[in-house]
């Protein structure tokens, strides 16, 4: 069936580095791919999409990018701060069905 | 606060029996989807309804089921219930339930079998 890859499962960056997590899919035919940020405790919320007519999307310290050709897509924090600290997961819609990635933990050393 | 409320928190019950957890989407929204996150399987899809009717279905097992009301809140019902399904159950909503559409999430009810 479709899967979603997503790399690293846990990734340590000093406050202030950028943090980048990276997944690839299966369907060639996925058109949207949402990040989510999940805090203990809570939902996952939507921080991030890009849908498969745009390469690069930006919004302040986040940024995703996207290669159709290779399948694969990835999230660039910058200028990380404690706050950021959390589960990110990557998604992309196959077939009328989201998938999930499985997930990176983030933490921030200060 | 992402607008979308999951009834109860936390549920605690034994295995065979049957639970109901609730959820009412953001004000405005017609789709309503289900997923399940467990440690060993991540986040996975359940089913998803658009006003009413069911439109996708996922990683869904027969013991479970669910509805969509006229006021479109959604009820998931999981019967028979084995140590296996506790897990943390989320809802989430949508305007139109199009595959392009952002989803927001509820904060989930945590089913505990004992």
């Known amino acids: 069936g479709e899967n979603v890859e997503q790399h690293p499962s846990t990734l340590s960056v000093q406050e202030g580095d950028s943090a980048v997590i990276k997944c690839t899919y299966s369907d060639s035919a996925s058109n949207y791919f949402p990040w989510y940020k999940q805090e203990l405790g809570k939902g996952p919320q939507l921080i991030i999409d890009i849908r498969s007519n745009v390469g690069e999307k930006k919004d302040q310290r986040i940024a995703v990018t996207l290669n159709k050709t290779a399948k694969h897509f990835s999230l660039h924090i910058t200028e990380t701060q404690p706050e950021d600290s959390a589960v990110y997961f990557c998604a992309a819609w196959s077939a009328s069905k989201i998938i999930f990635g499985s997930g990176t933990r983030l933490s921030i050393r200060p | 606060d992402s607008g979308v409320t999951q009834t109860p928190k936390h549920l605690i019950t034994a295995t065979g029996q049957r639970v109901t957890l609730r959820c009412s989407p953001r004000?405005?929204?017609?789709?309503v989807y289900w997923y399940q996150q467990s440690l060993d399987q991540g986040l996975q899809f359940l089913i998803q309804y658009y006003n009413g009717e069911e439109r996708a279905k996922g990683n869904i097992l027969e013991r479970f089921s669910a509805q969509q009301f006229p006021d479109l809140h959604s009820e998931l019902n999981l019967s028979s219930l084995e140590l296996g399904d506790s897990a943390l159950y989320f809802c989430?909503?949508?305007?139109?339930?199009?595959?392009?559409?952002?989803?927001?999430f509820g904060d989930g009810t945590r089913l505990s079998i004992l």
């Open positions: 004000s405005g929204d017609l789709s």
């Open positions: 989430a909503s949508s305007p139109h339930g199009e595959t392009r559409e952002p989803q927001h």
